[in-house]
């Protein structure tokens, strides 16, 4: 698998369930690209950080 590919099988991941042959797919690739694997940690990280803030955001009623 290109790297191209795996990255979007990652975002798609984000949004929706991969399918068997798709997550065997990307897994077998982020194995042993460094790169990607650098990619889908990244993206966790942005996702967390998101729901962080969104969650900070609506704790904070005295903030317009």
Excluded: N, W
């Excluded at 979007?8 to 997550?23: C, Q, V």
Aim: glycine share 6%; net charge positive; charged share 30%.
């Amino acid at each position: 698998m290109m790297c191209d590919k795996a990255t979007k099988l990652a975002s798609d991941k984000l949004d929706r369930r991969l399918s068997i042959p798709e997550t065997i797919r990307l897994r077998l690739h982020l194995v042993g690209c460094d790169a990607c694997s650098g990619f889908v940690r990244q993206i966790g990280v942005l996702r967390k950080a998101s729901r962080r803030y969104v969650a900070t955001d609506a704790s904070d009623p005295g903030e317009t």
